[in-house]
């Protein structure tokens, strides 16, 4: 199976090495091109036609994601996969919803990036376990119409955020410690994470601080 696959990065050296992993695998016969982040996507699709978009993001936020949308547009058959070196549990949904086909991380293993392109190739998607996790919980709540989080869940949240105790937290919004500790820990079942560094990380990530 020929692919026309086009991978965009700055880092030459990834590239490179990311090239002698996609042609050591016999189940598919790749023909790469490379170009920065900053390429002219119109442009590139119009010369290359790719089967295939191996991708990083600038960042993780709305415009990185219009970018996916703008490639969805330009060439609906092209299949898009984001490798990068973000790992926020938040960045599998938006880029899911964007319209991208999978997520790969650039710490992943020669046999997981393998295994991720062949299924993307293949018409499925590819999102590493905890992201798949997000992403399958972002689905749910987005057939029922539900937010993530709860109103007084993001409240604690942001409180979290700003270094305040449980205890803080409680006297702040006149509620018992015990009711703040099951909110923190339905908080981190929501949002995929174990510890205070990652609720951290998560109220940033949902643009709530």
């Not at 119409?145 to 702040?172: D, F, H, W, Y």
């Amino acid at each position: 199976m020929k692919v026309k696959t086009i991978i965009s990065d700055n880092q030459p050296v990834l590239i490179e090495g990311l090239k002698q992993v996609l042609c050591s695998d016999d189940r598919f016969e790749f023909h790469v091109s490379a170009c920065s982040l900053d390429v002219n996507w119109s442009d590139a699709i119009h010369h290359y036609q790719p089967d295939l978009i191996i991708m990083e993001l600038k960042t993780p936020d709305a415009d990185s994601f219009q970018v996916i949308r703008h490639l969805r547009k330009l060439n609906p058959g092209a299949r898009i996969c984001i490798f990068t070196r973000f790992e926020q549990s938040s960045l599998a949904p938006q880029v899911s919803k964007a319209g991208a086909h999978g997520l790969l991380l650039k710490t992943a293993t020669i046999e997981e990036l393998r295994e991720g392109i062949s299924q993307i190739l293949t018409d499925k998607v590819y999102f590493p376990f905890a992201f798949e996790k997000a992403r399958a919980h972002s689905d749910e709540t987005s057939n029922t119409g539900e937010p993530l989080l709860t109103k007084r869940e993001v409240q604690i949240l942001q409180l979290i955020s700003k270094a305040m105790s449980n205890k803080q937290i409680a006297s702040q919004l006149f509620i018992s410690y015990q009711t703040v500790s099951v909110h923190r820990k339905n908080i981190m079942r929501k949002l995929g994470v174990s510890n205070t560094a990652g609720l951290v990380r998560a109220a940033y990530d949902h643009c709530l601080v």
